[in-house]
């Protein structure tokens, strides 16, 4: 009798053990994986204006990554190799303007289209310590290959100092023209740039850091 009380409770603790593993399995099973990385399609680093610009800087000890151009309107225009979809613009903002949370207008024209109606447009503040990145509103933003279109970076209100209107530039001075080739990247090629507003135009000075990053 004794033989078969201890086989009992034997078996009980077996099927305890069991049921204990069971329900770990189950646990286990339904918990999420935290060890794959999500993967994106909208990556700041080495996005097609940043090859461009630093292409351009390097092309000629004359220019310069300079901050200046106390004008209200920065913009570069640019040619489409391939149709893409903007995920982000970037831009670095004054720290006067960044403390006031004062925002610039990001505009882009398709100049086939209009020159005056933009296809996208917001007013985004951007922080002074580096350049800011954001994803725009509303409707996807795509820019058709051949097509020619201009990006726009204007201060509505500089705060009573027109110092607040400068931005980061790679400036030619006295430097010649960069070459189309040096212009261009893989996805689109700056063809101009140009300054004004309270002042100006100053065309072709330089090129002015408003990054777009394409998916």
Same mark, same amino acid.
């Given at each position: ?43 700041? $680093? ?5 090859? &461009? #610009? ?5 092309? @000629? +000890?004359?220019?310069? =990554? /300079?901050? !200046? ?42 100049? $086939? ?5 933009? &296809? #996208? ?5 951007? @922080? +002074?310590?580096?350049? =800011? /990145?954001? !994803? ?57 740039? @140009? ?21």
């Amino acid at each position: 009798m004794k033989l078969l009380k201890n086989t009992f409770n034997l078996e009980s603790q077996i099927k305890k053990i069991a049921v204990l593993f069971m329900i770990g399995l189950t646990i286990t099973s339904c918990s999420p994986s935290t060890s794959a990385p999500v993967p994106t399609s909208c990556s700041t $680093s080495g996005t097609d204006f940043q090859n &461009i #610009y630093f292409t351009t800087l390097g092309s @000629n +000890s004359l220019y310069d =990554d /300079y901050t !200046t151009m106390d004008l209200v309107t920065h913009e570069y225009t640019f040619n489409m190799f391939s149709t893409k979809t903007i995920c982000q613009i970037g831009y670095q903002g004054k720290a006067a303007l960044t403390s006031a949370t004062t925002p610039y207008t990001i505009s882009i024209f398709e100049n $086939s289209v209009s020159t005056t109606v933009p &296809i #996208y447009t917001e007013n985004r503040s951007f @922080n +002074s310590a580096f350049t =800011d /990145y954001y !994803t725009p509103t509303g409707s996807p933003i795509t820019l058709v290959s051949g097509h020619t279109y201009t990006i726009k970076r204007t201060v509505n209100n500089y705060l009573g100092n027109i110092s607040n209107t400068t931005g980061r530039i790679c400036r030619f001075n006295s430097g010649p023209l960069p070459t189309a080739a040096t212009l261009a990247g893989s996805i689109m090629g700056i063809t101009s740039s @140009n300054f004004y507003g309270t002042g100006g135009p100053v065309p072709n000075y330089g090129i002015p850091y408003i990054d777009i990053v394409f998916q």
